[in-house]
């Protein structure tokens, strides 16, 4: 999927879910959460992204699994179905035969993710991600052997304000100057911005609220596929 100077053939466009903030009740929002998740894979995202805290490991499991199984249902009408990538949870991951693991910064070593993985049987092209917010990070997550890296957060968001353009942007490019590995920017991305951070060459995005607030998931993509050709 990725060519090794940080530029796909196609951006990656990584919806990372968060039920936390979407409307409804406890009993009901997980399955809001499931319909997203359809539409996303329905719609053509890439990857998607279990990034549920608070949730057990049974319920992780059963999440994910009911994930795995959506991405199935629409394979058929897609070259290459979506991945699905669960944070820092490796064991659910390698349990349910997720496509990947994404880590925490201060999460399980990449190392001891990629030893754990070459013993069990998962497929050979599992993912083993990191979230960096430094230069100095991403070029740890590389030297350890990460396929690919969150790097942000880009532009301030309405919960955090930490850099934002153009220091984030300038940032962004920095990073991407110097490791091989896919850099997805990640915090505050917009179809109003994403543009800019195609040009510091990021691999893609990962984003919450882009796709989960979406009016309509599949125009959503259609407008970052559109800005990305």
């Known amino acids: ?17 968060d039920r936390c903030l979407l409307p409804g009740s406890p009993e009901n929002v997980r399955q809001v959460l499931v319909s997203k998740i359809e539409a996303a894979a329905a719609a053509g995202v890439d990857w998607v992204q279990i990034r549920e805290k608070d949730l057990s490991g049974k ?17 058929a009408n897609r070259a290459t179905p979506a991945k699905i990538i669960v944070n820092d949870r490796l064991d659910v991951a390698v349990s349910v035969g997720a496509g990947g693991v994404h ?70 490019a920095e990073v991407c100057r110097a490791v091989s590995i896919p850099v997805i920017a990640i915090g505050g991305i917009t179809l109003e911005n994403f543009s800019a951070c195609l040009a510091a060459r990021a691999s893609g995005l990962a984003a919450i609220r882009l796709f989960q607030d979406a009016p309509e998931m599949t125009t959503a993509v259609r407008s970052l596929r559109k800005l990305a050709s």
């Open 59 to 75: 319920e992780c499991a059963q999440l994910t699994g009911d994930a795995l199984r959506l991405v199935v249902r629409h394979a």
């Open 103 to 172: 880590l925490s910064e201060r999460g399980l070593p990449i190392a001891e993710a990629k030893r754990l993985v070459s013993s069990s049987s998962v497929s050979g092209d599992f993912l083993v991600g990191k979230s960096c917010h430094s230069l100095e990070a991403a070029k740890r997550a590389e030297e350890s052997g990460a396929d690919y890296i969150h790097f942000g957060p880009i532009f301030f968001t309405p919960a955090k304000a930490v850099y934002g353009a153009p220091q984030g942007l300038e940032r962004l």
């Open 1 to 17: 999927m990725f060519h090794l100077n940080n530029s796909p053939a196609r951006p990656v466009l990584c919806y990372v879910t």
